[in-house]
C-alpha cells in the first residue's frame, strides 16, 4: 500500500504563489507517476500536472507556464509550485499516484484546498 499525504494549500492573493507537497510512503517502489488533480465545486476532477519517475511532464494548458511539477525520488515526494495564480485556481488539489502519465490513478490523498481571491 502507498499513501499520499498532501500539504501546502492555504488561501492566496490573486498573482501570489503557492507551493504544494505530497510525501508517499508504504511500498514507494511502485509509484513511477506521480502528479494533481484539481476539483472546483460543481465541475469535474481535472489534471493539472503528472511527472514521470524519469522526470518527463505534462500540464494541463490553463496552468502552463505558471505552475511547475517537480519530484525528489529520493524523499518520495512530488512538488507544485504554483505561480501567479488565478480565482479560477480555486479548487481542492489531489496529489495521486499511476504507472504511466495519462494512464488513471492508482490511489488519491486526501486533497488540500487551494483559494484564490480576487
Known amino acids: 500500500q502507498v499513501q499520499l499525504v498532501e500539504s501546502g494549500g492555504g488561501l492566496v492573493q490573486a498573482g501570489g504563489s503557492l507551493r504544494l507537497s505530497c510525501a508517499a510512503s508504504?511500498?514507494?517502489?511502485?509509484?513511477?507517476?506521480m502528479g494533481w488533480y484539481r476539483q472546483a465545486p460543481g465541475k469535474q476532477r481535472e489534471l493539472v500536472a503528472a511527472?514521470?519517475?524519469?522526470?518527463?511532464?505534462k500540464y494541463a494548458d490553463s496552468v502552463k507556464d505558471r505552475f511547475n511539477i517537480s519530484r525528489d525520488n529520493a524523499k518520495n515526494t512530488v512538488y507544485l509550485q504554483m505561480d501567479s495564480l488565478k480565482p479560477e485556481d480555486t479548487a481542492v488539489y489531489y496529489c495521486?499516484?499511476?504507472?504511466?502519465?495519462?494512464?488513471?490513478?492508482?490511489?488519491w490523498g486526501q486533497g488540500t484546498q487551494v483559494t484564490v481571491s480576487s
Open positions: 511527472i514521470s519517475s524519469g522526470g518527463s511532464t
Open positions: 495521486y499516484r499511476a504507472l504511466r502519465i495519462g494512464e488513471p490513478a492508482l490511489s
Open positions: 508504504g511500498s514507494t517502489f511502485s509509484i513511477p507517476t
